[in-house]
């Protein structure tokens, strides 16, 4: 029984592969969201605990000036030296210096590093993007508990 | 000899007749049909599904933005759920995309009738606490503020300020 050869090597039917990717790549196409939308989260103290029960945590009061200074005051921060207790960030150019507020906060960090609370006060003409971009500054250097103080 | 596709169409093509290995006796058998190598296609269209499958936003969208709305950017935002979303546009207050009447107290009124409506429709869930702020970058503190207040009044602590990641 010497049959001929048989080719054991087959061909694979491509188009139908080309077909289905074509119909995934069309609906994709049609269902993508090109922005990408993130969070600022801001959580509002809203009462409810008397001032002996809660926990005192480091704090900082961000006060954004209208004239682009920042000025920080840590609260029960200990371990941060008396003159450094009191910052200001002089405004570059009339807007916020933040790459300074940046610098700074690395400093504080390194000092404190229980400081995660950060309440930020800002004045009536502030505009919303410095506010956010002046948050963003914080949970960059890891204070992510944050609050905005009302007018 | 059973001969497979690809050999017949590398024998008969005008590619591999002009190449080294094309047998040049078969030059009068020529045929001008095209040949395509799927291969390639099939690779670049496969990386184009996986790229668009990584990018796929199952949630579909949260926000929508008007044309002249321009949101604030920040590269260290956190993922956005779907939440209550209260908007600012040309100091308009909108609440789920309804106009709200009344600044802030109108905003505290819909709010607290909002969660009402939750308590009654879901008595056994906890009433919701998130609220999105969907606001343009060019507004000032002061008209952010009337809702930060109502939200806060209202008993919505958690706010989500909405932002375009960096």
Known sequence: MHGRKKHLDFELNLVPFIDL??????????????????????????????????????????????????????????????????????????????????????????????????????????????????????????????????? | MVQSILQVTAMESELAAVSVLGPRHNRHKRVLAADLLLTALIDAFSILVIFLLMSFSSTGDILYINKNFEMPKAAYGEMLDRNPVVKIDENQIFLEDKMIDGGGDGLFRALLAMKQKAAADRPTEESPTIITVQADRRIKYQVLNQIVVACAQAGFSDIRFAVLSK
């Not at chain 1, 609906?27 to 993130?38: D, G, I, P, R």
């Not at chain 1, 609260?75 to 003159?83: D, R």
């Open chain 1, 21 to 151: 990717l074509s119909v995934c790549i069309c609906f994709l196409l049609m269902t993508a969201v090109w922005l990408n939308v993130t969070s600022i989260n801001v959580k509002q103290a809203v009462g409810g605990q008397s001032q002996t029960e809660t926990e005192k945590k480091p704090t900082v009061w961000v006060m954004l000036a209208e004239n682009g200074d920042l000025t920080m005051d840590f609260k029960s921060a200990a371990k941060i030296p008396a003159n450094m207790q009191k910052l200001r960030v002089a405004a570059e150019a009339g807007r916020f210096n933040l790459d300074g507020l940046s610098k700074i906060l690395q400093q504080i960090k390194v000092v404190e590093p229980e400081l995660r609370t950060v309440l930020i006060h800002p004045k009536a003409q502030t505009s919303y993007e410095d506010m956010i971009d002046v948050m963003d500054r914080f949970r960059n250097s890891g204070m992510n508990d944050l609050g905005v103080v009302p007018l």
